[in-house]
């Protein structure tokens, strides 16, 4: 069959984004790049400085720093063999490729810390559902080098909770945890073990088979029938090393010096697998069961398990889509944009002002709308009312001819006639346009 006849066989289909992908549109784009310049104010402010990464990275970087046996590495990573046969994941997450970017870049040669942020698309094949989805956003800050010292810690979380309470998130809850260090965690988890594995016919499946994979995480379960039986366990805090739970008790003493409001949470375990000592999450309004809108903590031993030198090191991510879901149930979605200006024009000599006018406003920064074909003044004026501006320029050849053009305010429908000199200078200056 030529190629040509095939071609011609081939139905139209229609496609779909994948399960768990969305586009973003308009409107709804203004709050996400709003949400973004504020992030990108306020960590500033605090000293960071950007970090764009790769979005796929060897299988093998996510699998060490995340775990194995976590839900992330085993179940949910987008992973194939590239041509070479290494294989290549999607990341899931955004920590574990800032610290291969940091080793391979050099960066302990810099002054300590180095502080670094970074947004964009995450990938995790989960179920989606509200606030869950297979293509996430997340805007993610770390902290690599220098000290342990809990002010960077709180500084941290301080930086998140400022962020939180300027875009105005409503019902913003801290939960804080320390998980203690190498030295204090694995005894404790022995304990937990032994102690859930006296109850373990009374958990359920996932349960059970983390008491052998991952005991911590069994902290984490929702399951109602399994809550009583969690609520008895030991908990960390009568566990840890001194120097962990000295640690512990100066971050949340800086905590209070920064007015950070928290609530101790001693199941609060995370599920990655490269955390010691504090771990916090942060819960908001709105959200229903997926109401973790940030998740983070410290990570000590990650850079060396990646091949770097001894290097500490704390974070956190903000699910994105989770912050815009909430501050949209709150009314928090700024206006759609409309035009600052429709330039309504008709005949030849218009049209020439016409396009020295667009120029000239848009290039002081007014948003202008400017038909490319002429249309009947009626028409345009429809349009310009249904694309929301806030003035419509009419320019037909009598203005041109008479050097007076007529600027329309369409909230009020007054009418001023200018001179081109005064009508553009006003508009330029943001002022109320009258005659
Ligand atoms: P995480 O808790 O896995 O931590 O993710 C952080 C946040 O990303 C979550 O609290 C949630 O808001 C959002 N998120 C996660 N999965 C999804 C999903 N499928 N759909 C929508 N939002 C989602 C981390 O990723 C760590 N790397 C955080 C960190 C940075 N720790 C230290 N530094």
Request: charged share 30%; proline share 4%.
């Amino acid at each position: 069959m030529s190629e040509g006849a095939a071609k011609k066989e081939e139905k139209p289909r229609k496609f779909q984004a994948i399960k768990g992908t969305r586009d973003l549109l308009p409107p709804e784009t203004a709050l996400w790049t709003r949400v973004e310049r504020i992030a990108q104010e306020i960590f500033t402010s605090y000293g960071f400085g950007e970090i764009r990464l790769p979005i796929f990275e060897q299988t093998d970087l996510f699998a060490r720093s995340i775990g194995l046996e976590t839900d992330v590495v085993s179940k949910e990573m987008y992973s194939f063999e590239d041509r070479d046969e290494t294989s290549v994941s999607l990341r899931p997450e955004a920590t574990a490729s800032v610290c291969r970017a940091y080793i391979e870049n050099g960066m302990q040669q810099l002054p300590q810390p180095v502080k670094l942020y970074t947004m964009g698309p995450m990938f995790r094949r989960e179920r989606p559902q509200k606030g869950r989805y297979r293509q996430f956003y997340q805007i993610d800050a770390e902290v690599l080098g220098g000290s342990d010292a809990p002010g960077i810690d709180a500084e941290l979380i301080e930086m998140v909770m400022t962020f939180f309470e300027r875009l105005g998130l409503e019902g913003v809850q801290l939960d804080i945890n320390c998980i203690g260090d190498k030295k204090c965690r694995p005894k404790y988890v022995e304990l937990l073990r032994a102690e859930l594995s006296k109850v373990k016919d009374k958990l359920g499946p996932d349960s059970q088979r983390r008491i052998e994979t991952n005991s911590l995480r069994v902290l984490d379960s929702k399951l109602e029938n399994e809550q009583r039986l969690i609520e008895g366990m030991p908990h960390i805090a009568d566990h840890l090393c001194e120097e962990c739970a000295e640690n512990y008790r100066g971050v949340k003493k800086e905590l209070e010096l920064r007015g950070v409001k928290y609530r101790e949470n001693w199941r609060l375990v995370r599920g990655l697998d490269y955390y010691s000592r504090t771990t916090f999450e942060i819960t908001a309004k709105g959200l229903g069961s997926q109401n973790a809108v940030c998740g983070g903590g410290r990570y000590d031993g990650l850079m060396e398990l990646l091949g770097g030198p001894p290097t500490r090191a704390t974070g956190f991510a903000i699910g994105e889509d989770r912050l815009i879901l909430s501050l949209q149930e709150a009314g928090k979605t700024p206006a759609a944009q409309g035009r600052d200006v429709y330039i309504a024009w008709m005949g030849e000599k218009a049209y020439a002002a016409a396009i020295r006018a667009a120029k000239d406003l848009r290039a002081a920064g007014l948003s202008v709308e400017f038909p490319p074909v002429e249309q009947k003044f009626g028409k345009a004026l429809g349009q310009a009312d249904k694309l929301g501006a806030r003035y419509a320029l009419i320019l037909g050849d009598n203005e041109v001819a008479s050097g007076e053009w007529t600027l329309k305010t369409l909230a009020t429908g007054e009418q001023a006639k200018l001179t081109e000199a005064s009508l553009l200078e006003s508009l330029r200056k943001g002022k109320t346009v009258s005659s």
